[in-house]
Structure formats: C-alpha cells, structure tokens
C-alpha cells in the first residue's frame, strides 16, 4: 500500500502538502477480485516473485564480484 501512495506523491507539487487530511480523501488503488475486494493473494504472489528476482541478482552479483577476486 505504501508504494500505491507514494506513486501518487506527483499531485502534491509545490504548496500541496501531503498532510493527513488530504490523504484521508486519497483513493489508494490496489488489485481486486471480481467482487471488488482486494486481491490478496495476487499481492502476496507478487511480492514473492519481487523478492527471488531481488536474491537471485544479489547471488549474480556476488558471484560476479568472487570471480574477480
């Protein structure tokens, strides 16, 4: 949900401050079932992938940096 915000941090420009009233009318867009309930699940898998894809460049990265060593 924080990265869903904070792509949203363009509308408050110069002289808008993203203060707590203003956030209060924010609408936060997130994926959703069929019925209009928050995908869950989706979210869950998502973020799953993100973090193998995030360990598997840290181990190409490591194996890149022992190889010169």
């Known amino acids: 949900m924080a990265k869903s915000i904070t792509l949203q941090k363009d509308k408050y420009g110069y002289g808008l401050k993203m203060g707590t009233g203003r956030l209060k009318k924010q609408s936060i ?35 890149k940096r022992c190889q010169f060593e």
């Open 29 to 63: 867009l997130l994926p959703a079932n069929s019925d209009g309930s928050p995908d869950y699940a989706f979210m869950e898998r998502f973020m799953k992938t993100q973090e193998v894809k995030l360990m598997e460049l840290y181990v190409n990265n490591k194996l």
